[in-house]
């Protein structure tokens, strides 16, 4: 992984999805159990490509995904994942 150290700005390309990983020691509601590698795991939109319908999700959503082909970066002390919009299994909203 890159270390960047100073503040920069993620435009991604066409239809990638930049995530914040969400550790699961991140979430308080619920259990989740990670079973393989397989299994799908969990993250913050943080930037969309304009290829992807702003409809569909938008920054600040937690997304399931696959962790297949991504490219990983190490911002500060958060772990970003660049990936295709095809890897997005579901978006995750509470229910009110």
Not at 29 to 54: N, Q, R
Not at 57 to 78: H, L, N
């Amino acid at each position: 992984m890159t270390p960047l150290e100073r503040p920069v700005t993620i435009s991604p390309a066409k239809k990638i999805v930049v995530l914040k990983v969400i550790k699961l020691t991140d979430i308080t509601h619920g259990i989740i159990e990670t079973v393989s590698k397989d299994t799908p795991e969990l993250g913050e939109v943080i930037a969309i490509g304009k290829g992807v319908l702003p409809v569909l999700m938008k920054v600040g959503d937690t997304v399931a995904y696959r962790r297949y082909g991504e490219s990983k970066f190490q911002i500060k002390s958060e772990e970003i994942l660049f990936i295709s919009f095809d890897d997005i299994l579901a978006v995750l909203k509470e229910k009110k």
